[in-house]
């Protein structure tokens, strides 16, 4: 069974620009959740869909938005690109709703000049 | 808001001795507290959930609610034990899924 795959892997945009991560989850895999991770904060959640409905959405601001796709496929965007958003951009997918075991990709690294 | 803290950023131990990775919680209610790993190069990965109560790896952790506590322990260390290691904690919703809240991480080291 394939993993979680993150495409890019890695990416540099500069200051203002948008960009848009894509993960496809293991098959069969229903709720798609979205974690950034930098040296300082650490881990931190995003959001989380499941059957194409946002779920649960944590505390970042309105820059930073996703959805979900009918095959569970996920996109998360960020708009109006800052310095801080630099951070190793992690999705994780899960069989259903609730918590369960998630199983993260390898991430997207991105860079903003 | 819940928090998770993992009082040391880097564990190093000699291979045999006993290992705890110490994770404390802030949440009221019943969270739901898991272990996660990253192993050199490897995804991070689940390693076990205080509901399963199973023993992986040969590490096991029970969560004391009156002390708000989750640490992972393990009786002797082995090489391959060396990894960075997750305390996260879930707020069960029942209705739907909350977004886990992960400590800082403890960079475990077994020297030989």
């Known amino acids: 069974k394939a993993g979680v795959t993150q495409t890019p892997r890695y990416l540099i945009k500069t200051r203002g620009q948008q960009v848009t991560l894509s993960c496809s989850p293991i098959s069969g895999h229903r709720s798609v959740s979205w974690y950034q991770q930098t040296p300082g904060q650490g881990l931190q959640f995003l959001f989380e869909?499941?059957?194409?409905?946002?779920?649960n959405k944590g505390n970042f601001p309105g820059r930073f938005s996703g959805r979900q796709f009918s095959n569970s496929r996920s996109e998360m965007n960020v708009s109006t690109l800052e310095l801080g958003d630099s951070a190793l951009y992690l999705c994780?997918?899960?069989?259903?709703?609730?918590?369960?075991?998630?199983?993260f990709g390898e991430g997207s690294r991105l860079t903003v000049l | 808001a819940q928090r998770v803290t993992q009082p040391e950023k880097l564990l190093s131990v000699f291979k045999g001795a006993p290992v705890e990775l110490k994770c404390n919680y802030s949440?009221?209610?019943?969270?739901?507290l898991f272990w996660y790993v990253q192993y050199s190069r490897q995804r991070l990965q689940l390693l076990l959930r205080?509901?399963s109560r199973e023993s992986i790896k040969g590490f096991t952790a029970d969560l004391n609610k009156g002390e708000t506590s989750f640490h992972l322990k393990k009786p002797f260390a082995q090489e391959e034990d060396s990894a960075m290691y997750y305390c996260a904690l879930s707020l069960y919703s029942g209705g739907g899924a909350d977004g886990l809240t992960f400590g800082k991480g403890t960079h475990l080291i077994i020297q030989p």
């Open positions: 205080h509901i």
């Open positions: 949440y009221s209610g019943s969270p739901e």
């Open positions: 869909y499941f059957s194409e409905t946002q779920r």
């Open positions: 994780a997918s899960s069989r259903g709703q609730g918590i369960g075991e998630l199983f």
